[in-house]
């Protein structure tokens, strides 16, 4: 497994150290957007600049996402395999739930491209969807 890891680290241009082996294997393991805090958590004891360095690093390379989900935190997910540095093809769908306050990509549900006025240039799209997701729906 630790091989495969450093397949993926390496194939978007990242030297594969300790720490950020971990990480990618932690966020392998996740079913949602998590956040710093979580991975904090989750590799208990470590060093939480480090992590957010490891996080923005894995961003600015295109192998993790993050999302503005309202919750105050930015939350962190693996990226689709043909993001790239500076340019993510991640223009799904996000979805937040108000029971569980969980954070998923909803990838299948494609962000509608918007027309904007003249004189306008976007910079980000993001699309959150805020509910009840399927685990807590009874």
Known sequence: MIRDIEVIL???NINPTAMRLLVLEFLLKQSSAISLTDVEKGLDPSDRVT????????EEKGLVHSIDDGSGAPKYALCAAECK???HHDLHV???CHACKETSC???????QVTLPDGFASEEVNLIVKGTCNKCVH
């Open 85 to 87: 540095a500076g340019h």
């Open 106 to 112: 909803l990838p299948k549900s494609k962000i509608p």
């Open 51 to 58: 992590l957010y360095r490891v996080l923005k690093k894995f």
């Open 94 to 96: 996000h979805f937040f």
């Open 10 to 12: 390496t194939s978007k």
